[in-house]
């Protein structure tokens, strides 16, 4: 059985994009990109929301380039491509990227099914997915890269209405002031 995680990037005050839907505020450098690159690398099958998948789905065909992060945009195009894909959306009409099959509907009994069949870990993105995922008591750790950087506003990482018992199992402090903190779902 595989663990179910549910990972993101998100401002000081919770928010994954401000009420625009901008989160360039949330880029990685490279320090916090080569860490995300080696938690993602863990991960056999992404589980994404139709928006995040469209955000997401640019690393199937990107050319990294040669700037200075190129490796690491490289390794995680490399991270990305090795992985399965599930996406999980009524409106998107098909996917574009490899190793990619599209759900119309998330059915939490089928996501408990991946869990027990899987020797990798599972990872869910896109808070509206996620907070399905929550609710169903299907994810066992939570993670957040919280930003040096107050939005005001915007679509949170966490659903309203979620009570949950969390372990803080990991932390580390990054020199941009990025900080990410690691906590075990109490099931």
Known sequence: MADLIYHVIA????????????FRWSEPDAEV????????GKVGTFLFGRRLYE???????????????????????????AADKIVYSTTLPEVSSARTRLERAFDPAAVRRLKDAATRPLSIGGPG????????GLVDECGVFVNPIVVGGGTFWLP?????????VDEYRFGNGVVFLRYRVRH
Do not use: C
């Not at 997915?129 to 169903?136: E, P, W």
């Not at 309203?160 to 803080?168: H, I, K, Y």
């Open 160 to 168: 309203d209405g979620l009570r949950l018992g969390l372990d803080l």
């Open 55 to 81: 955000v997401m789905v640019a690393w199937e065909t990107m050319d990294p380039g040669t700037a200075g992060d190129a490796d690491l945009m490289r390794e995680f195009q490399e991270v990305w491509k």
């Open 11 to 22: 401002s000081l005050d919770g928010y994954v994009a401000d009420a625009e839907g901008d």
């Open 129 to 136: 997915l996620a907070a399905a995922a929550l609710h169903a």
């Open 33 to 40: 990109h080569a860490f995300i690159n080696r938690e993602e």
